[in-house]
């Protein structure tokens, strides 16, 4: 079993929908959660953090459920800026160190 | 702030050559800098972890004679893939950490990307 899994999409939506996306990761001592963003050809950007008690920031809406080992990203009102790659990132503590591990990403295409 | 610079952006080279890569912390001390490598449609796979003034940890399956990383000091770190082959060709990102933040986000490079012919 991967340590993060995502489905790998591609949502196709058009542009004002709201999406969901979900993650999963087996590594219950997980410390940190993030989502970020890739854009075709470039390194990820951290799009936001996600939080136990679940976040905000302005259209894009991160949750966290520890008991379940599931995190969620949703985004309303989607632009055409928003066609990327979501990557769920896991950091957890192993072999002496803090690690990051990513998701293979969900594909996102907003079209007019 | 937080800004990770790795040099050069695209490489294409002949079977056989060694490359070096650099990844610098441009305004702040990096005291753990990491590399992944990213093939296509495939997730970010963390190569190594390397603390500066000290040898890296390879992750399992990843070949420390091949993938040479130094991390002289804190504001940069390289990865020197030698003799390079067809099969190394991929996407090669480092991002970097200041001491005492494992839990925040790490900064990213905007990374490599290597051809061998």
């Known amino acids: 079993r991967k340590e993060v899994e995502q489905d790998p999409g591609p949502f196709n939506v058009p542009e004002g929908a709201t999406v969901a996306f979900n993650c999963t990761y087996s590594?219950?001592?997980?410390?940190?959660f993030f989502w970020y963003r890739q854009d075709c050809r470039k390194e990820p950007k951290l799009l936001m953090s996600?939080?136990?008690s679940g976040n905000e920031d302005g259209r894009f809406t991160a949750q966290l459920n520890r008991a379940s080992q599931y995190i969620s990203l949703l985004i309303r009102d989607s632009k055409l800026s928003d066609s990327a790659t979501y990557l769920c990132?896991?950091?957890?503590?192993?072999?002496?160190?803090?690690?990051?591990?990513f998701g293979a990403g969900t594909r996102l295409a907003v079209h007019p | 702030g937080a800004v990770v610079s790795q040099h050069p952006s695209w490489v294409i080279c002949k079977s056989g050559t060694s490359v070096k890569i650099e990844c610098r912390s441009l305004?702040?001390?990096?005291?753990?800098m990491f590399w992944y490598r990213q093939f296509p449609k495939q997730s970010l796979m963390l190569m190594a972890t390397?603390?500066?003034?000290?040898?890296?940890?390879?992750e399992q399956g990843v070949e420390k004679d091949k993938f040479l990383i130094n991390h002289a000091s804190l504001t940069l770190s390289t990865l020197t893939v030698t003799s390079a082959h067809p099969e190394d060709s991929s996407f090669y990102i480092c991002?970097?950490?200041?001491?005492?933040?494992?839990?925040?986000?790490?900064?990213f490079g905007d990374g490599t990307r290597l051809s061998i012919l």
């Open positions: 991002s970097a950490r200041v001491f005492g933040t494992q839990n925040q986000p790490q900064h």
């Open positions: 590594n219950s001592a997980s410390q940190s």
């Open positions: 996600v939080y136990s």
């Open positions: 990132v896991v950091n957890f503590f192993s072999g002496g160190y803090n690690k990051l591990i």
């Open positions: 305004d702040f001390q990096a005291t753990t």
């Open positions: 390397s603390n500066e003034g000290s040898k890296a940890t390879y």
